[in-house]
């Protein structure tokens, strides 16, 4: 019984080992259109016409989602976590006003910096299709790491880390 019991879990975690390098290869593969231009944002205005300043020299994580996107429902709490240690400025494409947005922050308990991207034409300077779409500067605004689909907390956790303490 032992014996089937270590053969399983070698399986699972076998599996566990192929799906994360698929999603990760995936996900590199989906990231090499997106604009690799370094980020030229300064002042943005987030939603209900709040103006915010990003701070310099150190890392951004932008991150692009939708509410209609069930991937990024489930990745939103991530986000939050992050931008709680972070600086994070979120751009949400073609989700309705900033009322109908900010409904959904509050409804979900999050309360990360979000642009409404209503026209989708920051979306496209940046060449996202494909949501989430996560992408981290380095304190100079050069593209450092990019993310296409679903990421852990951990995953961005260690990202920003090395954004800021190795970069």
Excluded at 15 to 42: E, G
């Amino acid at each position: 019984m032992k014996e089937k019991i270590k053969k399983y879990i070698k399986e699972i975690l076998l599996f566990i080992v192929v799906i994360t390098i698929f999603a990760n290869l995936l996900s590199l593969y989906r990231s090499v259109d997106l604009n690799k231009q370094p980020l030229l944002l300064k002042t943005v205005t987030l939603l209900n016409s709040i103006d915010y300043t990003l701070k310099d020299d150190i890392p951004i994580l932008v991150h692009f989602w939708a509410t209609w996107c069930p991937v990024c429902k489930v990745e939103a709490g991530n986000i939050q976590r992050i931008s709680e240690s972070f600086q994070v400025i979120t751009i949400a494409l073609k989700s309705g006003s900033d009322a109908e947005i900010q409904d959904y922050l509050s409804l979900n308990h999050l309360n990360y910096k979000v642009i409404n991207d209503s026209s989708g034409s920051i979306t496209a300077d940046f060449d996202v299709s494909i949501f989430p779409t996560t992408i981290i500067y380095d304190r100079n605004r050069k593209v450092l790491f990019s993310d296409v689909g679903y990421t852990s907390t951990f995953g961005l956790w260690i990202r920003m880390w090395w954004a800021t303490y190795f970069n």
